[in-house]
């Protein structure tokens, strides 16, 4: 083999893999409600696949996921009978095909033969002709089947659109789905500790990364276009870290003092954690806990990454014998479990992994949380209650049956109002996806009365 057709094979090997691999983790979050930032990796260290061949698979995977209903729909049109369960990996692939064709500006003959070969990977060589065909017709025919299929273009769950139009009435809920399905871009936090963000910004633009500076949020940047965290001047020391403008907000609002005694009780992987000690210098009594072991080691990492300190607990944190030593806290940010309802953008699986009834249990969990914590906190004390959901459930009704139960709590009205929303608790900020190109996340913050 010559060295131009030696290359030409391996990247025709390439691209299958990363076809196999989106098909995979597909595969794996739609039959076995994983969630795809555990099964992405996981397919591509089988496949042993390159950065920038992981990064086909997650967009792949992320266009897939945005508009499933309508490529499903596709897939059972130019299909002649449903595939067996044998055979189901095939009708992800077939998803994986026809979203290049629809939504990637590839070239989409070549797509399409790294997605016939990609059959091979998937064990199903045999199938081959079936994937080619079905593919080869939905390019002949791509505008009849797609006027012919009618497919639900805001692609939500059914109870999920119930619940938003509950909550928000017919537009507003037909907004959120509509920026639930765009990209999100890409937002950065300076670590004011360290340097200006106009300095950090004139260090991106020597790079020639732009940005914009939020208008808000004293730290946040957001990215012209987004690029891989290695690319970012100084993050290896700590200097950026990336998170969303809507999380960065929550320092400022929670407004820790130097020397204070703070929890984050639902610390992975650390954001907020790393943020707050940047607010004060690193001077502050951190204690960082979570329930999960191996998301906290995140917290560690990030610690370590900024040079800041803290007290890691696992615990949960509802169960306040195991892990608290009586002496109370002066500010606590409850960054609670919660349907990431407001994150669809950054996590397109979510829609499709929720459950109707998986919202009670939540709204349980997050109630346990703040009750139990409520007596750790110091008279005079703030307690930051976030999620990142949009759904009122989780939000203004959880923190007005809290105020109710509890006459020593007092709502500290958030006067940021750059989006008050009709419904939400007064005093309370929701943010919806896509406002000011931030997550959807809420707020409250309350204090406690002697
Ligand atoms: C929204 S995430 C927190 C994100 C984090 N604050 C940040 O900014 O990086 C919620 C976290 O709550 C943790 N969690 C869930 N139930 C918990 C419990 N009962 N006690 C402590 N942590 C819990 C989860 O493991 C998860 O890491």
Known sequence: MNLSAKASSQTQASGAQSRAVAALALFQVLENGRSLSDALPQASRQQQLNARDQALAQAICYGVLRHLPRYNAYANALLEKPLRAKMKPLHYLLLVGIY????????????????????????????????NGVLRNFLRNQASIEQQVDSDDLAHPRWLQQRLIDNYGQQRAT?????????????????????????????????????????????????????????????????????????????????????????DC??????????????????????????????????DENLKR??????????????????????????????????????????????????????????ATQQRLLDNLWPTLAVGGRLLYATCS??????????????????????????????????????????????????GFFYAVMEKQA
């Open 100 to 131: 290049q064709i629809v939504g990637l500006n590839t070239q989409t003959h070549a797509a399409v033969a790294a997605t016939v070969e990609a059959a091979v990977l998937l064990k199903l060589p045999r199938h081959k002709g079936l994937v």
């Open 175 to 263: 907004d959120i789905m509509q920026a639930n399905n765009q990209q999100a871009p890409m937002w950065l936090r300076v670590n004011l500790a360290k340097q200006t963000r106009t300095d950090y910004q004139q260090r991106l633009q020597q790079q020639g990364i732009d940005s914009v500076a939020d208008p808000h949020v004293a730290s946040a940047l957001r990215l012209t276009h987004a690029v891989a965290v290695q690319q970012l001047p100084g993050f290896a020391e700590g200097d950026v870290s990336v998170q969303d403008v809507a999380a960065q907000a929550c320092a400022a609002l929670l407004q820790p003092q130097t020397g204070q005694r703070v929890l």
């Open 306 to 363: 900024g040079g800041y300190q803290a007290q890691l607990v696992c615990a949960d944190a509802a169960a306040t014998d195991s892990w608290w030593d009586g002496q109370p806290f002066q500010a606590i940010l409850l960054d609670a479990p919660c349907s990431a309802t407001g994150v669809i953008r950054r996590h397109p699986d979510i829609k499709w992994l929720r459950r109707a009834d998986d919202i009670a249990t939540l709204t």
């Open 266 to 299: 639902c610390a992975a992987p650390g954001g907020k954690t790393v943020h707050m000690l940047e607010h004060c210098h690193g001077e502050l009594s951190m204690t960082a806990l979570d329930v999960d072991e191996r998301r906290l080691q995140r917290v």
């Open 390 to 439: 949009v759904l009122t459930d989780e939000n203004s009704a959880q923190i007005a049956a809290f105020l109710a139960r509890h006459a020593d709590a007092r709502l500290l009205p958030i006067a940021t109002a750059d989006n008050p929303v009709a419904g939400v608790l007064e005093g309370c900020w929701q943010r919806l996806p896509g406002t000011a190109e931030g997550d």
